[in-house]
Nanobody
Framework: QVQLVESGGGLVQTGGSLRLSCAAS????????MGWFRQAPGKEREFASS????????FYADSVKGRFTISRDNVKNTVYLQMNSLKSADTAVYYC????????????WGQGIQVTVSS
């Protein structure tokens, strides 16, 4: 069982930056791929970014590529999402997710954290 707790959300102006953090419980953090998803009002949850257990490979949705950077610290059991050049379209609830690397489905989810970008 993995518990995920997000932090770092809030209100920011267009063009600003935020860094989300997701702290994970458990002693096998490095064996989990970690991801960030987001859900805007009235829309379905969508993939934003993910990172492999070792941190070697990173993946991004086209909508955030070049602006967001995912990273992880396997000593602190934490994954980060650095968000730069924020747009109003980035306003959403952001969710941290985890899956064992041998699985394709994301099975552990955080409670979500609000990010609001104001113009």
């Amino acid at each position: 069982q993995v518990q995920l707790v997000e932090s770092g959300g809030g209100l920011v102006q267009t063009g600003g930056s935020l860094r989300l953090s997701c702290a994970a419980s458990g002693r096998t953090f490095s064996s989990y791929a970690m991801g960030w998803f987001r859900q805007a009002p009235g829309k379905e949850r969508e993939f934003a970014s993910s990172i492999t257990g070792s941190g070697t490979s990173k993946f991004y949705a086209d909508s955030v590529k070049g602006r967001f950077t995912i990273s992880r610290d396997n000593v602190k059991n934490t994954v980060y999402l650095q968000m730069n050049s924020l747009k109003s379209a980035d306003t959403a609830v952001y969710y941290c997710a985890a899956r064992p690397e041998y699985r394709n489905d994301w099975i552990y989810w955080g409670q979500g954290i609000q990010v609001t970008v104001s113009s």
